[in-house]
């Protein structure tokens, strides 16, 4: 590891000073989980490491009914796997993040470092990009609100400016009589998913009124199957129409052979996937 | 730049200087000469590092020393009472689960903190408990039995 200055601020606005002020050179530290390993292989050498965990709005977890669950982001992976409050009013995300790792692992590392670090088999995004979240964010110059999906721009890589921190995270109460799921593939437990999907369908009068959802695995980057959100619109949920939307997520998907598994076998797992995905969903209507 | 930090580990307090750039696990080896906690990889995959901070298991590879500073540690050394072994400690032994001692000192670890967290955990909970922490030789059936039989005894007759 490199050496570095190390700077544990207890406030939001000493945090955003001090990134400002090394600019490019500062880089913010919340559990560790992801930054350690790229330290300690020398991969990332940063002069300045801000700890976000001290910051008071980042560590709230709290409800609101018109809002939905706001999601402090150095809130632990563990805390909120384990949370009454979120077990209780979107379990399907208490679910998610329990396929995180391990328990030591999702311990100390937070939501908002996992959706930061952007990596290609990270769980949470799936299950946040079908339940419509969104993001706070902070920087120099005020707060702007993000969808999940944009914040991701490519491995590795966020669409957060110089300077920016993740603050918060938004998920909006579940749609009246809407479920939500998420699938997770992967050898090992503690492997990133070979493919993950997150689905949230809501049915009115029969009919599929909305459908959304997230998958990692299936390019190189989380992204919403739209396609087949698109085949499942407007029609009955059934064994026809979830056939649709698990081919047109296939047909959709842009995926990347790794050392965990190839682009072909991927494709085939993402239709397998959201087939199941939403069959578990139309058995609970 | 050196920073102060305070950590009490297993009971004691130490007080260390150390630049921030050092790993926990590093810290503990190497300055306060614990060496039951194992470096396998660094990268949070094989859980030889597991040490308890604030009643949580970590990975000491991936907390920097300074991150921990005021905070309480259990390592595999603190886990005997008086001379005394931990049920976790005597079961390993009497089914045969402590096969080497790379793993060992984070398998207990993590299978005291299941126990505490959840007495009556099922088999597949072992299994998701033990899921950070790598056996990369003999394999998981006997540490598995022996967590279960822990459970089972704690059942029968409640241990302080
Ligand atoms: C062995 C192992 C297995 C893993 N398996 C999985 C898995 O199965 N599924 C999965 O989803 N993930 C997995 N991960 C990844 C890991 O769980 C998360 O990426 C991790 O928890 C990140 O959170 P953190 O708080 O530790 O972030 P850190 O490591 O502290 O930070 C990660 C990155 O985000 C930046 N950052 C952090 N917080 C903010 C913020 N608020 N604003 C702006 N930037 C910020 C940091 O600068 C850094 O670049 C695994 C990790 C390990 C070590
Ligand atoms: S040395 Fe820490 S997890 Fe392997
Ligand atoms: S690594 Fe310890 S028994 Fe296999």
Redesign the interface.
Same mark, same amino acid.
């Given at each position: 590891m490199e050496p570095f200055q190390y700077h544990r601020p207890g406030t939001l606005s000493e945090a955003l000073r001090l990134l400002q002020n090394h600019g490019g050179e500062a880089r913010p530290l919340a559990g560790g989980q992801s930054l350690m390993p790229l330290l300690a292989e020398g991969i990332l050498a940063p002069q300045v490491l801000v700890n976000l965990v001290d910051i008071p709005e980042m560590r709230e977890l709290s409800w609101s009914d018109s809002g939905g669950l706001s999601i402090g982001a150095v809130v632990t992976q563990r805390n909120l796997e384990l949370s009454p409050l979120v077990q209780a009013r979107l379990p399907s995300l208490a679910d998610a993040v329990s396929k995180v790792a391990s328990v030591p692992v999702r311990n100390l590392g937070t939501l908002g470092g996992n959706l930061c670090h952007a990596g290609p088999g990270a769980d949470p995004p799936a299950i946040l990009m079908a339940l419509n979240s969104s993001l706070r964010i902070s920087g120099p110059t005020g707060e702007r609100v993000l969808p999940v999906e944009d914040l991701f721009v490519g491995p590795y890589e966020n669409a957060l400016a110089e300077g920016e921190v993740l603050l918060a995270i938004q998920v909006p109460p579940m749609p009246a009589g809407a479920k939500a799921v998420y699938l997770k593939h992967s050898v090992r437990a503690i492997d990133p998913a070979i493919v993950g999907i997150g689905a949230m369908v809501q049915v009115r009068n029969g009919l599929v009124r909305e459908a959304r959802i997230g998958m990692v695995g299936a390019g190189p980057r989380p992204v919403r199957a739209r396609g087949a959100e698109e085949a499942l619109r407007g029609r009955p949920f059934d064994e026809d129409s979830i056939r649709n939307a698990a081919q047109a997520a296939a047909a959709e998907a842009e995926p990347l052979t790794d050392g965990y598994a190839s682009a072909g076998y991927r494709r085939k797992m993402v239709a397998v996937f959201v087939r199941r995905a939403l069959e578990k969903l139309r058995v609970t209507m | 730049?050196k920073?102060l930090i305070k950590l009490t580990v297993n009971g004691e307090e130490y007080e260390v200087a150390i630049?921030?750039?050092?790993?926990l696990l590093d810290v503990l080896r190497d300055d306060l000469e614990l060496t039951g906690t194992k470096k396998g990889c660094?990268?949070?995959?094989c859980?030889a590092c597991?040490v308890v #901070?604030d009643g949580?298991?970590?990975?000491a590879? #991936?907390? #920097?020393a300074?991150?921990a500073n005021g905070k309480s540690i259990l390592t595999i050394e603190g886990v005997a009472q008086g001379g005394k072994l931990h049920p976790v400690q005597e079961a390993f032994i009497e089914h045969g689960a402590i096969q080497c001692g790379y793993c060992t000192p984070g398998m207990i670890l993590?299978a005291k903190?299941l126990l505490e967290e959840n007495p009556r955990p099922t088999e597949w909970e072992v299994r998701?408990?033990i899921?950070?922490?790598l056996c990369r030789c003999t394999g998981y059936v006997k540490i598995v039995k022996a967590i279960l039989a822990v459970a089972e005894e704690m059942a029968k007759a409640p241990v302080a």
């Open positions: - | 730049m920073h630049e921030p750039n050092r790993s660094e990268t949070g995959d859980g597991t #901070l949580k298991t970590v990975n590879c #991936l907390i #920097l300074v991150s993590s903190s998701e408990a899921a950070g922490n």
